[in-house]
Antibody
Framework: EVQLVDSGGGLVQPGGSLRLSCAASGFTFSSHEMNWVRQAPGKGLEWVSYISSAGTHIYYEDSVKGRFTISRDNANNSLYLQMDSLGAEDTAVYYC?????????????WGQGTMVTVSS | EIVLTQSPDFQSVTPKEKVTITCRASQSIGSNLHWYQQKPDQSPKLLIKYASQSISGVPSRFSGSGSGTDFTLTINSLEAEDAAAYYCHQSSSLPRTFGQGTKVEIK
């Protein structure tokens, strides 16, 4: 089955760290750019970061730059998001999302999401 | 950064009615505009790609149009299962951005 499975969310104190994972199966993971998108409770979708298929190109949304690190392991079909210096504004459901084969393609496959709550 | 502005923010509609949601981009993005549907407690699902291209498995009552800065998602003959939030998304440039969303409620 073609799917993405997000994990690693939880409750963390302000200033803390968390590492999210996304396990891919059923498709050639190494052929696709991957992304993280988040959604704060009751709010809309916010794109967070992307990593190219080979991991050579990386981009972050301004508010997470310097705090979050995206990475991937193509041998193990996995995507990661290391989140440091977390604040209340980072509380959200985090989704990994697959982009199609072409640069302008949409996100055609999404994980189920993992909830991150930053609170003391 | 390209800002996408959707209207309306909320729409309450009776079944079989037609729904129109618009998305305006702050600068021209060609046809690099996509639409997603998100039902409560679910992940977003791709509905329309490249402004007007249909997606396999998506009911034909969903259609899209537009190019440049102005885009429209149309739901013909709304069904109860279409109650959801709808988001536009641009892939023309980084950072990728989404519209703020339009919530469609069934009366």
């Amino acid at each position: 089955e073609v799917q993405l499975v997000d994990s690693g969310g939880g409750l963390v104190q302000p200033g803390g760290s968390l590492r999210l994972s996304c396990a891919a199966s059923g498709f050639t993971f190494s052929s696709h750019e991957m992304n993280w998108v988040r959604q704060a409770p009751g709010k809309g979708l916010e794109w967070v970061s992307y990593i190219s298929s080979a991991g050579t190109h990386i981009y972050y949304e301004d508010s997470v730059k310097g705090r979050f690190t995206i990475s991937r392991d193509n041998a193990n079909n996995s995507l990661y998001l290391q989140m440091d210096s977390l604040g209340a504004e980072d509380t959200a459901v985090y989704y990994c999302a697959r982009r199609g084969f072409n640069y302008n393609d949409p996100f055609d496959l999404w994980g189920q999401g993992t909830m991150v709550t930053v609170s003391s | 950064e390209i800002v996408l502005t959707q209207s309306p923010d909320f729409q309450s509609v009776t079944p079989k009615e037609k729904v129109t949601i618009t998305c305006r981009a702050s600068q021209s993005i060609g046809s690099n505009l996509h639409w997603y549907q998100q039902k409560p407690d679910q992940s977003p699902k791709l509905l329309i790609k490249y402004a007007s291209q249909s997606i396999s498995g998506v009911p034909s009552r969903f259609s899209g149009s537009g190019s440049g800065t102005d885009f429209t998602l149309t739901i013909n003959s709304l069904e109860a299962e279409d109650a959801a939030a709808y988001y536009c998304h641009q892939s023309s440039s980084l950072p990728r951005t989404f519209g703020q969303g339009t919530k469609v409620e069934i009366k």
